[in-house]
């Protein structure tokens, strides 16, 4: 069973319809209960980082969260807010994140990449694995994904970076530390490549 962090942000039921077209089962899970049943889980988002925190401490499931992710080692996944929320901390708000990654996320056109960037990047871009196999695993080359985001996920350990991705600067546009991932684009929203992803994360061992 895949449970879809339903804390109030990110595209629940459109993840929720892939996986029902693909004949996997999934809910909605709004409770810690809804979360103990599920296998998996991913943590959607969009928006700005200190709202997407703020909305999952209220929710009543970050406990549970970190309970079944970092006690249990159950497999989960992060998409776009969500991917950044696992992070330490932000330069988009104040808040402490999750700190399932030792990450930061800082501003496009930070200094770090390109002086001068158009924000957000939007659309259509490639992702480049580092390495075969796991989320990336049969997909069409190059992988294409749909981004909408002003800020990058920036890991302090090279290992776990899984994919790079080139705007006006290379930086991590995916992450995995053991059965923790993370995504910056919107599988959602990234046709074939989207799907094979999503459907690859519901395989994983």
Known sequence: ?????????????????????????????????????????????????????????????????????LGQQRPVLGICVGFQMMARSS??????????????????????????????????????????????????HPCRFYFLHSYYFLPNLKEDIMTTTDYHGTYCSSARRGNIYGVQFHPEKSHQWGVGLLRNFAGLD
Do not use: C
């Not at 109030?8 to 209960?33: C, W």
């Not at 200190?50 to 079944?68: F, I, V």
């Not at 002086?115 to 490639?126: I, R, S, T």
């Open 1 to 69: 069973m895949i449970g879809i962090v339903d804390y109030g942000l990110g595209n629940v039921q459109a993840i929720a319809n892939i996986y029902s077209r693909l004949n996997i089962p999934v809910i909605a899970a709004k409770t810690a209960e809804d979360l103990r049943r599920s296998d998996r889980l991913i943590l959607p988002g969009v928006g700005s980082f200190d709202w997407a925190m703020k909305l999952l401490d209220m929710s009543g499931m970050r406990s549970t969260l970190d309970e079944l992710v």
């Open 91 to 140: 330069e988009e708000g104040t808040l402490p994140g999750l700190g399932w990654f030792d990450a930061t996320v800082r501003r496009l056109g930070d200094g770090r990449l390109a002086k001068a960037v158009q924000l957000p990047h939007m659309g259509w871009n490639d992702a480049l694995p580092m390495s075969g196999g796991g989320l990336f695993a049969g997909l069409e």
